[in-house]
């Protein structure tokens, strides 16, 4: 059971998953959208941040068929670092570019109460490319 925990938090982390640690009762609801990319630029100095030319990656996240407004949003990896510019480019991030999307809000349980992840990058590779 550990190892699933284990596995779970790691995958949240990464932004592949959204889930809770066992027991903690979290849960999601889903809104499809889209993100377009607003802004790339150099990370502030001091923050949590990819030791490999970390970038800040500024996005807008407008739901499919929602009432919810837009929401402007940055990319984060890990445990929110700033991404690796070489990720970046290679995922097809660039400003204007739209990419599909999930924004996913807490509904119940000890969570993250708002997680948006673009559905075509690979943030696993975001981590490697980090180190």
């Avoid at 979290?26 to 990370?43: E, H, Q």
């Avoid at 990419?99 to 559905?119: E, F, M, N, Q, Y």
Wanted: hydrophobic residues 40%.
């Amino acid at each position: 059971m550990k190892l699933s925990a284990a596995l779970c938090a790691l995958a949240c982390a990464l932004g592949t998953a959204s889930c809770g640690l066992p027991g903690s009762g979290c849960r999601y609801a889903d809104t499809p959208g889209t993100a377009v990319i607003l802004s790339i630029g150099p990370a502030p100095g001091g923050t949590n941040a990819c030791p490999r030319d970390p970038v800040a990656v500024l996005f807008r996240f407008s739901p499919t068929n929602s009432t919810q407004a837009p929401i402007d949003r940055s990319i984060s990896i890990g445990d929110g670092k700033h991404p690796p510019r070489a990720w970046v480019e290679s995922s097809g991030l660039t400003v204007g570019s739209a990419h599909p999307a999930i924004r996913s809000d807490s509904v119940a349980g000890a969570c993250s109460p708002l997680v948006i992840k673009l559905t075509d990058v690979d943030y696993g590779a975001a981590n490697d490319a980090c180190f």
